[in-house]
């Protein structure tokens, strides 16, 4: 089955101890991509990879990490999580890097005390 | 900055009821224009949308860009029940750039 899986879905964990959501597709894409979101602000992206080795920052990149080491790969890194990082993130992948049309993992519930 | 703005940004109505929900965008290097669909859980993809002009359907949703006025319409006709949902517009520049999304509930 074609998806995009995360772990965990749900973390609690306290602020400075670093923590990795993994992401992973079985799509082959090309494009992957983490957002967060929050009540009032709506989806962000916080940082793409057109490809392999090849990241960018989205809107909201400050206090993440990510790495693209494999195509079906995107790990998002918080490297000293802080209680504003508490939200709900998504990771999700496109086939291409033309039309931004884009597969959404599960999602994964994330507070930070 | 990019910007993506929906409007409105809630509605109710009853079923059998048509919407149109609305969407302005200003965005640098525009490639596309997405519509979203989003129950409680993650979103899921309803239209792209690169020309002005061509209406894109899906049983009783359609939707049409205008490039030159910078925006994009959500039509549902006939609403049902199961088509309340927030929906999200986003522009991709390669970044995907959302708007706040309208929150549709279709009472019975």
């Known amino acids: 089955e074609a998806q995009v899986t995360q772990n965990p879905r749900y973390l609690i964990t306290v602020t400075g101890k670093k923590l990795t959501v993994t992401c992973s597709q079985n799509m082959n894409h090309e494009y992957m991509s983490w957002y967060r979101q929050d009540p009032g602000l709506g989806l962000r992206q916080i940082y793409y990879?057109?490809?392999?080795?090849?990241?960018d920052k989205g809107d909201v990149p400050e206090g993440y990490k990510v790495s693209r080491k494999e195509k079906r790969n995107f790990p998002l890194i918080l490297e000293s999580p802080s209680p504003n990082q508490t939200s709900l993130y998504f990771c999700?992948?496109?086939?291409?890097?033309?039309?931004?049309?884009?597969?959404f993992g599960p999602g994964t519930r994330l507070t930070v005390t | 900055e990019d910007k993506v703005v929906q409007s409105p940004l809630s509605l109710v109505v009853h079923e059998g009821d048509t919407v149109t929900l609305n969407c302005s965008y200003e965005v640098t290097n525009f490639r596309s224009l997405l519509w979203y669909k989003q129950e409680k859980k993650a979103p899921t993809f309803l239209f792209m949308l690169t020309s002005s002009g061509i209406e894109k359907k899906s049983g009783r949703l359609s939707s049409i860009l205008d490039k030159k006025e910078l925006f994009s319409i959500l039509n549902i006709t006939a609403t049902q029940t199961g088509d309340s949902a927030v929906y999200l517009c986003?522009?991709?520049?390669?970044?995907?750039?959302f708007g706040e999304g309208t929150q549709l509930t279709v009472n019975p």
């Open positions: 990879s057109m490809n392999v080795e090849v990241t």
């Open positions: 999700a992948s496109s086939i291409d890097r033309v039309s931004g049309e884009q597969y």
């Open positions: 986003a522009v991709y520049d390669p970044r995907l750039t």
